[in-house]
């Protein structure tokens, strides 16, 4: 008899927490893929729910899963700028997930492009109903229906996911990258953005982060790329990720100032060119001397095959993709096809920053700078010391809400 199978016969007797929490200890990763704790996934006896709350009755009938959510500005500490707009406010929306007395945390962000909005996703999450789910554990199930309400909606759907990532590994009593077998001290350091702005605003932006951190990312992809570096370079001969946000718009250009940037420090390029432009990234991808990952040009995990070959790599953002499932999912697809990770995000609180960052022990970038551009963050959660990804030892995404 296998030892999982040992541990389930011992433990026969006690409560589900109790269990899922001792066989996390010991093999998390089973507690949460096997057959044996992934139960009544269907068939939950259903109750009535309000427009914005659904109640999840388990066998018993006591346990309730409750779901509630709210708007949230972000306040950026500068004005954000890239190629194509600029903003001082992202919109969010904040979510929360309650079963037996506990609560998980989750997180929708929408900056401009992603074309949704706080009226998009609030509609989106009142449609959510989960009373045919009896039992939490069933992720795959769970964020497959939530997936089916809409085709779009991506932001709101990582909200859900996070809090249900969160409450379950509260549930088993162990932090994501444990469960998902990552190793903490293997954690990337971090970029952290510099918007397009004026020479003098880029100064003082760079100063106030240049002891700070051990690698930046600058937007460019306008007129001033190259003032921009320089002025960086005035302050700092940090490693530089820079990010084109399909600015770039002649091919030939665009290789041409990559092995400029190339010869001024610069490590790796987001998105040179348009998404659509799908020859053309490839043709700079073939010359570059500079890996070249894809942004816009990827969301989701069934993207990832039409643009295999014109990128060295693959940004991942659960505001895009859906959330942690899917992200797990896109990073092990990519190591399989021999492509570069890179883990992202939008501006977000501690919350989504928190929860991306469980992923960060696998990858080989990391841009997870969200929560430290904003002055309303709502949670203590990943840290960035000496420059380095430190991720909490608390069970779930790791995060505590600031009280």
């Known amino acids: 008899m296998s030892f999982f199978g040992a541990k389930w016969l011992s433990l026969f007797d006690m409560d589900r927490r109790n269990f899922l929490k001792t066989a996390a200890a010991g093999s998390a990763a089973v507690a949460v893929g096997g057959a044996a704790v992934l139960e009544g996934c269907s068939g939950g006896r259903r109750s009535p729910s309000s427009a914005w709350r659904f109640d999840l009755d388990k066998a018993n009938g006591q346990s309730r899963l409750r779901m509630s959510f709210e708007p949230y500005e972000l306040q950026l500490r500068h004005v954000f700028t890239v190629s194509s707009y600029s903003r001082k406010t992202t919109p969010g929306v904040q979510v929360k997930l309650e079963y037996e007395g506990i609560t998980g945390y989750g997180e929708a962000s929408m900056p401009p492009y992603l074309g949704q909005s706080v009226d998009t996703v609030t509609a989106f999450l009142r449609k959510v109903d989960l009373t045919r789910f009896s039992d939490p554990f069933c992720l795959e199930d769970i964020l497959a229906y939530v997936d089916s309400l809409s085709p779009g909606d991506s932001a709101a759907k990582a909200a859900v996911d996070i809090a249900l990532h969160d409450l379950v590994g509260k549930l088993l009593g162990a932090p994501w990258y444990r469960i998902w077998g ?101 043709w700079i991808s073939e010359r570059s001397p500079l890996p070249i990952f894809a942004d816009e040009a990827v969301q989701r995990l069934s993207d990832i095959p039409s643009i295999k070959g014109a990128y060295h790599g693959i940004n991942i953002k659960l505001m895009k993709c859906t959330g942690m499932r899917e992200a797990w999912k896109m990073l092990n697809y990519a190591r399989a096809e021999g492509m570069k990770v890179m883990i992202g995000c939008m501006t977000e609180t501690s919350c989504a920053v928190s929860a991306a960052a469980q992923l960060s022990p696998a990858v080989d970038f990391a841009d997870l700078d969200g929560n430290l551009l904003i002055s309303n963050d709502l949670f203590d959660g990943m840290k960035v010391e000496a420059g380095r990804i430190v991720l909490p030892d608390r069970p779930g995404i790791g995060v505590l809400p600031i009280v």
């Open 182 to 282: 990552l190793d903490p001290a293997k954690t990337p350091d971090t970029t952290f953005t510099i918007g397009i702005d004026t020479p003098d605003v880029v100064r003082e932006k760079t100063r106030e982060c240049a002891d700070r951190f051990n690698i930046l990312k600058v937007k460019v992809g306008l007129d001033n790329d190259k003032e921009m570096i320089r002025t960086i370079r005035e302050i700092t001969d940090l490693p530089i990720a820079v990010d084109a946000n399909q600015g770039w718009k002649d091919r030939s250009r665009a290789l041409d100032e990559i092995y400029w940037l190339k010869e001024n420090g610069i490590v790796m390029v987001e998105q040179p060119m348009p998404k659509e432009r799908l020859d053309d990234n490839a």
